[in-house]
């Protein structure tokens, strides 16, 4: 319960034990006991599970003993509940020589000299615990066999070892981690750790003091301290957002408003790391956040204006397959889903947990999509536009929404065009056209400052009124002085020179990526019911085709026009199947992108399920036309295999070249609607560079171009299996690639497999034009 407007809090208290300190606040209360998830940990056989409770009330600490077998003593006294303070001193288990718990002041502590951290924040004003170094080799994870428990899941459970080196010095050595050890915010497998140094782990960071650990843990309460940003474009002929300055305090919600135009995607972008500023600052807490983004992007939450959640998918299922992304490989299955239901509960989805996505209202998708960030306990959370296409009632129900992550302690970012609900925000940021700070404060005086009674006429000033100096009429008031300048009334001194961002690091663990995604993306088919009774349709329509034409024996009239039908159907089943597998799912990719996922792991499980279920299609596509078929090749054989098996590999080379070739489609186009008119175009391609229609052998142009067709490979693979230039002699047929020879077969799929690579090759490099412009660097 949050205490009243000045009421007298408790102080905050040192706690004492034979392994180490942790400092006490009154804003949450303490576990003691054997527990290794409890928050003092005591490995003491006298001392049981859950031993007691240290809760401030009030103005003064108490100690609470929860039932335990042994007891809880003070003064040699056993007590089930009791007042201590600085000076006090516990016994668990045994009043003369039980594990001992002394309470203390806790003692001033000199600021940090770590670089890159200009200010002292709330982050690290006090460490969450302060302890000796127990050995030379000190092993963090966090499972309880380390000697540094860290007691999150985005953690490994041997994450790192802090070692001490002959020569006095300190190195950190990350246990190949799945979110990585960084070491002054960049990612490291080793690095000397000195005086002032920060190494991160999860949300916790380390700091040596002597010999002496303090750990410092993220907890979310945290600020934004935003310093002349400025993003141009066009060589800096155009600019989107201009010298942009606002601070964001602790559990704030902040909306961000304006015209279309003004800014506010770019603004997001640059302040979540996705597309840096050209010049300014961003502090993390007193962090610059482009230096230490490596980092700090797991500490920051970021929901889309379009779902990142597929839809077929069940709220479980899609909470499940995210958390197995974004934790460690080694979490165990129970404590993924474990943290699933506690978001759940959180976002009152636990009563639509096993309800498709595609299912909920538009209000609820969004639920969801909060619950997807909120899964790794970020301490900022960015949403853009979360409330567009609702009605007024879902509008509300977000905002407040929004209002509760705020109050449960998040810094909460939202950028609307909904003016509706901006009363349950704290501040409001107003931007004009150019990207410049029109207003910035509380809500409700934004419309009072900038002169209108409603915001329908504020809006339309803004495209009106260009030549009114709305940032410069706003940088003058006292409302600027007040909620955007220092405390000395001065403004921020951003940094000099331009902004330099590394890039994360690559992501551990692919093959467990792929695994992961193979698994989900096999689960978001198999609930798309349309696409399952087209995938097992095709080839048996297609195929039935092919066998109408073939009869009962390829002859001279047949064969050609049979064959054809294999190339269309295994280009219209591979294409058909990948055209649009890449464009409806961009927005999913791109945020996953950005917090680790592996863009080769992402195209191979595309390439492995749909892969599979293409391969498959073609053989049955092939069993269907030619089972049964007299195919009257050069002496009853094949070129190298049985004949109606060498057909069968070419038709599924050729349908796997194309299932390649419409992931290239899909990755190229802009969206999902043009996908099935560039589906035909490639079919007809198909048709007319084949070869089956046309004499392209010593034609200038129309050759070479053939080349990068699979279906020219694969007719030809097929015609020299069954000799069509003897069956059917012509000057069509007397291609050199029809040859019923094993060196010309074998150049047939080679080639195949070749332009398969290639396809995909290339649609790896498409799929880095639609990532974030820092995992691009």
């Known amino acids: 319960m949050a205490e009243l407007p000045g009421a007298p809090s408790a102080p905050e208290l040192v706690l004492e034990t034979d392994t180490g300190s942790t400092v006490l606040s009154p804003s949450r209360d303490y576990r003691v006991g054997r527990d290794p998830k409890g928050d003092v940990v005591i490995d003491d056989d006298r001392v049981s599970w859950h031993h007691a409770v240290l809760r401030a009330e009030g103005d003064r600490w108490t100690v609470r003993d929860q039932h335990s077998a042994h007891g809880t003593y003070a003064d040699g006294r056993r007590i089930d509940v009791g007042d201590v303070g600085p000076g006090s001193v516990l016994r668990l288990g045994s009043p003369a020589d039980g594990p001992r718990i002394a309470l203390a002041d806790p003692p001033d502590q000199p600021p940090l000299a770590a670089v890159s951290r200009p200010a002292l924040t709330s982050t690290y004003r006090r460490p969450a615990q302060v302890r000796p170094l127990p050995s030379r080799t000190v092993r963090i994870g966090r499972t309880a066999d380390n000697d540094l428990v860290v007691d999150d899941l985005t953690v490994s459970r041997h994450h790192a070892e802090l070692r001490a080196l002959d020569d006095g010095t300190f190195e950190i050595l990350d246990l190949d981690s799945h979110n990585g050890t960084y070491l002054n915010g960049l990612r490291v497998a080793a690095g000397l750790v000195g005086p002032g140094d920060i190494v991160g782990i999860g949300h916790s960071d380390f700091s040596l003091v002597g010999e002496v650990l303090r750990e410092y843990v993220d907890t979310g309460d945290i600020s934004l301290d935003v310093q002349d940003l400025t993003v141009a474009v066009d060589g800096g002929v155009t600019t989107l957002i201009d010298g942009v300055s606002f601070p964001v305090g602790v559990d704030c919600l902040l909306a961000v408003v304006g015209p279309s135009g003004a800014g506010k995607s770019t ?11 050209d010049r300014g600052t961003v502090l993390y807490d007193g962090r610059d956040l ?66 498709p996505v595609h299912s909920l209202s538009g209000g609820q998708r969004k639920r969801v999509s909060v619950a997807l960030e909120l899964l790794t306990k970020p301490s900022l959370l960015f949403l853009d536009e979360p409330t567009s296409g609702l009605d007024p009632g879902m509008d509300r129900s977000v905002m407040h929404m ?93 940094r000099a020179g331009p902004v330099e961002i590394d890039p994360p690091p690559r992501p551990h663990s692919r093959l467990c990526q792929v695994r992961t995604l193979v698994r989900r993306y096999t689960s978001v088919l198999a609930a798309d019911r349309t696409f399952l009774a087209v995938m097992i349709a095709l080839p048996f329509v297609m195929g039935a085709m092919g066998r109408a034409l073939a009869g009962e024996r390829l002859t001279q009239q047949t064969a050609i026009n049979a064959l054809l039908i294999l190339c269309v159907g295994a280009v219209l089943t591979g294409a058909a199947n990948a055209v649009r597998e890449l ?104 048709v007319v560079f084949c070869g089956a229609l046309l004499k392209l052998d010593g034609v200038p142009g129309l050759e070479q171009l053939s080349w990068l067709v699979p279906a020219r490979w694969a007719l030809g693979a097929m015609a020299g299996t069954i000799g069509l230039g003897s069956i059917s002699p012509g000057e069509r047929t007397a291609d050199p690639l029809f040859e019923h020879a094993a060196g010309t077969w074998l150049l047939d799929v080679g080639m195949l497999v070749a332009l398969s690579a290639v396809f995909a090759f290339v649609v790896s490099r498409l799929l880095r034009r639609h990532e974030p412009e820092v995992m691009r660097r």
């Open 290 to 355: 482009y230096h230490d983004y490596p980092e700090l992007r797991q500490r920051i939450g970021l929901v889309p204006q379009d779902d990142i959640l597929h839809t077929q998918l069940t709220v479980r299922g899609a909470l499940s397959y995210a958390a197995e992304l974004r934790f460690p490989q080694d979490t165990a299955k129970a404590e993924r889903l474990a943290r699933v239901d506690e978001v759940m509960r959180e976002l009152g989805l636990d009563q639509r947990a096993e309800q």
């Open 402 to 494: 929004l209002r509760s992550l705020a109050d449960d302690g998040h810094t909460v970012i939202v950028v609307t065009h909904s003016v509706l609900n901006l009363d349950v925000c704290d501040r409001l940021l107003v931007l004009a056209p150019g990207g410049r700070v029109a207003y910035y404060g509380p809500p409700d005086r934004a419309l009072p400052f900038l002169g209108f009674a409603h915001w329908p006429e504020a809006f339309e000033a803004f495209e009106t009124d260009r030549e009114r100096d709305w940032a410069g009429t706003f940088a003058k008031s006292a409302l600027h002085r007040r909620y955007v300048a220092d405390e000395d009334g001065q403004p921020h001194r951003p």
């Open 267 to 277: 603004l997001l972008n640059a302040l979540t790391g996705q597309r840096p500023a």
């Open 583 to 686: 464009v409806k799912e961009r927005v999913i990719y791109q945020r996953e992108r950005a917090v680790g996922l592996s863009r080769s792991a992402y195209l191979m499980s595309k390439i492995i399920v749909l892969g599979g279920i293409t391969v498959v299609q073609a053989v049955v596509l092939t069993l269907v036309a030619l089972l049964g078929v007299d195919l009257s090749a050069p002496d009853g054989r094949g070129v190298l295999l049985p004949p109606l098996l060498e057909i069968t590999i070419a038709v599924a080379l050729l349908a796997f070249s194309a299932m390649t070739l419409g992931l290239l489609v899909s990755a190229l186009v802009r969206k999902e609607e043009v996908t099935m008119p560039l589906l035909v175009l490639l079919a007809i391609v198909q």
